[in-house]
């Protein structure tokens, strides 16, 4: 009885996740996927002779008031931090409950197969819990953004994880229980070590990568305890952030490896071409340059980046733009599959300023746009607007598909410095004869922008 | 079939049900989707009941603590993080009816 009743929630999930996927339904899908959450829960409280009442109790109490607290606090802009540090706890929490299992059974006695579910849970989930929280500090800048790179570094990668297979056969093989704790220690040096060198403009491909990985977590954790909601559950979700990862490697044209372990934009903008163009000077845009320039375009498209959410400008856009539709300019938002640091992440920033939904266009919509322009406002998007990867085939960016922006009448880029992104590439747009350089933080740029287009 | 063959049988199917699911998700879609399906592998929580309410040593219901700890933060805070965020495509789309 109580499987059937488990297979309802698991079939919750699945109509849930389902429903996700359409912007209609997306809502109602998140619901029927929590209240067959909660369902599955009150299940198991009833169904398992529960001794320890005040553990579980307080456990739910803790998780419950820290879980509302983070959800109503966190601000869209944060959202990519956010759902890290969820994917690292959903991890961890698979990990301990392998690693209760652990100081539970009698490890001698154990069977193949649980002593490798054990591993794997122990495993994936400690590399998830410390990865998530390495990428939790490059996205909150606790870290530096850029790859953390040292002599040797992939050696010690390779060593620690074949330390973490020879340990696991023998604690497998032994029953030893240290050997257990020490593929745990290791797993959770693995996961800093993993996501270090990693640069934050890949970051959408690690969080999509991480979110896969605590699926799997709980997946083997379900395999660890016999239960089919958590291997239904894990597998959904380990697929989904799968199929993620690899649009998100697909919108940059670089394999997953090449993302995981290269080390992305350390070696500067070290192309010829950029080297040449990087003492060219540019042409400087002030608050009143822009305005003339998009006040009395017929067409605008603004195309935004991780510089939106770090200025928390989408309020400031959404205000730039209705000033212009009331001068009777066309807007649109053109989005790379890659811009900010999670899938969707300007999506969700832009529906925060309730931004029109038809205004959105993703890159194969925008792009044959562009000739028809008359102005591109770039707001903190770099690499995704970079000509390089067009032209240059010496660039490290090269074959990455891009905004074509340097086919539009005028660009206006709104950027801090000069000083290239994330991933260090130097980008020929700014330098070029149509763009106009404003060097501002986004918001403060927007808000200018609209007062001086009042004075037109 | 032994509970192992069982367990991946249903692992295999659940993954391709996964896959196809996921597959069509417009770009617009994909941080709920992310943070909603990071609340269903939450589902580990259950696991985490059933370790901490049965665990026998002090140190099993330490451990079995911090899993129903962490894994309600997980299911919670997910789930309602992505109802927050739909919220917000809601009033876009109630807004586009209004002004038909």
């Given at each position: 009885m109580t499987e059937i009743l488990y297979l309802a929630a698991a079939v919750a999930f699945i109509v849930g996740l389902r429903r996700l996927g359409s912007p209609g339904t997306a809502r109602s899908g998140n619901r029927i996927a929590a209240v067959g959450m909660l369902a599955a829960v009150v299940i198991t409280l009833i169904a398992q002779d529960i001794v320890n009442w005040g553990t579980v109790l307080a456990g739910l109490a803790v998780g419950t008031a820290a879980g509302v607290w983070a959800a109503v606090r966190v601000q869209m802009t944060a959202m990519p931090q956010m759902v890290a540090i969820f994917n690292g706890l959903g991890g961890i929490a698979s990990a301990l409950v392998a690693a209760t299992e652990v100081v539970d059974t009698d490890l001698a006695g154990l069977s193949a197969d649980t002593a490798v579910s054990i591993l794997l849970s122990i495993l994936i989930g400690a590399i998830t819990f410390t990865g998530s929280f390495i990428a939790f500090g490059k996205l909150q800048g606790v870290l530096p953004g850029r790859p953390l790179l040292f002599p040797g570094q992939q050696a010690l990668n390779a060593l620690v994880a074949l330390g973490i297979i020879g340990v696991g056969i023998w604690a497998g093989v032994s029953g030893e229980t240290v050997g257990y704790w020490v593929v745990g220690g290791l797993s959770l040096l693995l996961g800093v070590l993993a996501v270090i060198?990693?640069?934050?403009?890949d970051m959408p491909v690690v969080i999509s990568l991480l979110n896969s990985f605590s699926g799997l977590a709980a997946a083997a954790a379900g395999f660890v305890i016999e239960s089919n909601p958590l291997i239904i559950g894990g597998a959904l979700v380990g697929a989904a952030g799968l199929i993620l990862t690899f649009q998100m490697t697909e919108a940059m044209n670089r394999s997953l490896g090449n993302v995981l372990f290269?080390?992305?934009?350390?070696?500067?903008?070290?192309t010829s071409a950029a080297a040449g163009i990087a003492d060219r000077p540019v042409k400087r845009a002030t608050p009143e340059d822009a305005a003339i320039s998009l006040g009395y375009a017929d067409s605008v498209m603004i195309v935004p980046g991780y510089g939106l959410a770090v200025a928390q400008a989408q309020h400031a856009v959404r205000k730039l733009a209705d000033a212009l539709e009331e001068r009777g300019t066309k807007v649109h938002y053109a989005i790379h599959p890659?811009?900010?640091?999670?899938?969707?992440h300007m999506n969700v920033l832009l529906a925060e300023a309730d931004v029109p939904y038809e205004q959105l266009l993703d890159l194969e919509q925008a792009d044959p746009q562009f000739p028809q322009t008359d102005v591109v406002l770039i707001l903190g998007a770099n690499d995704v607007v970079n000509p390089s990867a067009r032209?240059?085939?010496?660039?490290?960016?090269?074959?990455m598909p891009i905004l074509n922006v340097d086919r539009a009448g005028t660009v206006i880029v709104v950027k801090r410095s000069l000083s290239p992104g994330f991933a260090g590439i130097d980008n020929p747009l700014f330098y070029d004869d149509k763009t106009l350089m404003f060097f501002a933080d986004a918001k403060e740029a927007l808000e200018s922008t609209v007062t001086a287009l009042k004075t037109l | 079939m032994s509970a192992l063959v069982v367990g991946i049988t249903v692992f295999v199917l659940a993954a391709f049900v996964g896959f196809e699911l996921i597959s069509k998700v417009p770009p617009t879609l994909h941080t709920p989707l992310m943070s909603g399906a990071n609340a269903i592998s939450g589902i580990t929580i259950i696991g985490a009941v059933t370790a901490a309410g049965l665990g026998a040593t002090p140190l099993a219901q330490i451990l079995g603590f911090l899993a129903v700890a962490t894994a309600t933060v997980n299911v919670v805070g997910g789930f309602l993080v992505t109802d927050r965020m739909l919220d917000m495509f809601r009033s876009r789309s109630e807004r586009r009816r209004d002004s038909e």
């Open positions: 060198p990693i640069g934050g403009a290269a080390g992305f934009g350390t070696e500067g903008g070290g890659v811009a900010g640091r999670m899938p969707g032209d240059d085939p010496s660039s490290q960016i090269y074959g | -």
